[in-house]
């Protein structure tokens, strides 16, 4: 009995339904690894944003800097943009001149120097800037004051060391809590180092903290 040609597909269309299935799956093949090449390409360029710790943050070439010229050399100093109040106060008094001429009049080696102290000026008192980001840390530069809340001047201090939570005031409070950092030193961290080990001898407040010798700031700049 012949077959029901009506039930066989005609040899002709099956090779064609062949060559049609071929030809999909190699556009599959193709499209699949052009899309595993795409994705290298994507890994290569955008590399993983796996937690790591924080980076230490880098000099800001927008950031305000000071030169301090003094009779020991010159410190840079760069300050911070997050605290408004108390980096305008500084550069005020810098243009103003109140710092020329000045002394760091308080050095204690392993914890740091102050300066700033001009009697000839009338300096207003401004607010502190504490938040949660105040760190005393090694070679950073905060406003002295007493220890009336926002009662900083013009007075200013250079930590030779951490002195963030390590150490506390006279009232017993941790430094990161009473005094606003507004910059660091980012050249002449050795300068700073010698003023802080320069001889030092006795005054009616404290025991060797008056420099015999003490170091002037001839002439502080606003860089940028």
């Known amino acids: 009995m012949t077959p029901n040609k009506s039930r066989r597909p005609p040899k002709k269309k099956s090779?064609?339904?062949?060559?049609?299935?071929?030809?999909?799956?190699?556009?599959?093949?193709?499209?699949?690894?052009a899309f595993a090449m795409l994705g290298q390409g994507k890994q290569t360029a955008n590399?993983?944003?796996?937690?790591t710790s924080t980076p230490v943050p880098s000099t800001s070439p927008t950031a305000t800097q000071v030169l301090l010229q003094t009779t020991?050399?010159?410190?840079?100093?760069?300050?911070?943009?997050?605290?408004?109040?108390?980096?305008?106060?500084?550069?005020?008094?810098?243009?103003?001149?109140?710092y020329d001429g000045t002394i760091f009049h308080r050095v204690i080696?392993?914890?740091?120097?102050?300066?700033?102290?001009?009697?000839?000026?009338?300096?207003?008192k401004?607010?502190?800037?504490?938040?949660s980001n105040n760190r005393n840390l090694q070679y950073t530069i905060a406003m002295a004051k007493t220890s009336v809340p926002n009662s900083a001047?013009?007075?200013?201090?250079i930590n030779v060391v951490d002195n963030g939570n390590n150490?506390?005031?006279q009232a017993g409070t941790k430094f990161d809590a009473v005094y606003t950092v507004f910059g660091?030193?980012?050249?002449?961290?050795?300068?700073?180092?010698?003023?802080?080990?320069?001889p030092v001898t006795s005054n009616a407040y404290e025991h060797n903290s008056t420099p015999i010798n003490p170091v002037t700031v001839i002439k502080a700049t606003i860089l940028s």
Not at 79 to 92: E, H, M, W, Y
Request: negative net charge; without cysteine; glycine residues 10%.
């Open 15 to 33: 090779n064609k339904t062949l060559f049609l299935a071929i030809g999909i799956i190699a556009i599959i093949i193709v499209g699949v690894a």
């Open 47 to 51: 590399p993983s944003t796996s937690p």
């Open 72 to 98: 020991a050399g010159n410190i840079t100093l760069e300050l911070r943009s997050d605290k408004p109040i108390t980096t305008a106060n500084f550069v005020n008094l810098v243009n103003k001149g109140v």
């Open 109 to 124: 080696a392993g914890f740091m120097i102050q300066g700033g102290e001009n009697d000839s000026a009338n300096v207003a």
């Open 126 to 131: 401004i607010n502190d800037e504490i938040g």
């Open 153 to 157: 001047t013009s007075e200013f201090f």
């Open 167 to 169: 150490v506390v005031d």
């Open 184 to 198: 660091k030193v980012i050249a002449g961290q050795s300068v700073v180092d010698a003023i802080a080990n320069a």
